[in-house]
T-cell receptor, first 114, second 111 residues
Framework: DTGVSQDPRHKITKRGQNVTFRCDPI?????LYWYRQTLGQGPEFLTY????????KSRLLSDRFSAERPKGSFSTLEIQRTEQGDSAMYLC????????????FGDGTRLSIL | GQQVMQIPQYQHVQEGEDFTTYCNSS?????IQWYKQRPGGHPVFLIQ???SGEVKKQKRLTFQFGEAKKNSSLHITATQTTDVGTYFC???????????WGAGTKLIIKP
């Protein structure tokens, strides 16, 4: 069990640029989640995949955000035309089996918008 | 929308004192999970409660799920420096896939 891996760990970019993050879940996990976390807050749900299917996306999520999990393994999260308010820690988590199984988190990607 | 309120936001304790955090949901939960996030780290799963009125213990940690499955608590007896971090509750409702998270309670040990 190598754990959930996220890349990069840190990303600094100028406002208006596009960024893409990658998440490699635990290999046998079929469920993958993306969250955003800001200081002093709990993780905010962004989107959820079961295998390659994106089953749920937060209604609060801007159209600038898109995620893929093309082969049901790794996933990417892209933010287009970044804004100051996008600065946050982006966390990926995976789980297996039933929906209520514990989620295993990666170390996250910290995004800073200049 | 569905919310989980968690209090207090911070708790400062002397080492050896007890610590408690409370969660309240606006809707009935099918389960409640507790996670711990160390400073600079990511959330790590501690435990899950499923049954109404359930109580589970892990060493000095006691977790409770309310009879109505709308509230939960975590109590730590005789805190140690290794307990420092933020404790989050998170629950599922029957109607969607996502975990609904509380804002967390940060445990701070006074020097």
């Amino acid at each position: 069990d190598t754990g959930v891996s996220q890349d990069p760990r840190h990303k600094i970019t100028k406002r208006g640029q596009n960024v893409t993050f990658r998440c490699d879940p635990i290999s046998e996990h079929n469920r993958l989640y993306w969250y955003r976390q800001t200081l002093g807050q709990g993780p905010e749900f962004l989107t959820y995949f079961q295998n390659e299917a994106q089953l749920e996306k937060s209604r609060l999520l801007s159209d600038r955000f898109s995620a893929e999990r093309p082969k049901g393994s790794f996933s990417t999260l892209e933010i287009q035309r970044t804004e100051q308010g996008d600065s946050a820690m982006y966390l990926c988590a995976s789980s297996s089996g039933r929906m209520d199984q514990p989620q295993h988190f990666g170390d996250g990607t910290r995004l800073s918008i200049l | 929308g569905q919310q989980v309120m968690q209090i207090p936001q911070y708790q400062h304790v002397q080492e050896g004192e007890d610590f408690t955090t409370y969660c309240n949901s606006s809707t009935t939960l099918s389960n409640i999970q507790w996670y711990k996030q160390r400073p600079g780290g990511h959330p790590v799963f501690l435990i899950q409660l499923v049954k109404s009125g359930e109580v589970k213990k892990q060493k000095r940690l006691t977790f409770q799920f309310g009879e109505a499955k709308k509230n939960s608590s975590l109590h730590i007896t005789a805190t140690q420096t290794t307990d420092v971090g933020t404790y989050f509750c998170a629950g599922h409702t029957r109607s969607n896939y996502q975990l609904i998270w509380g804002a967390g309670t940060k445990l701070i040990i006074k020097p």
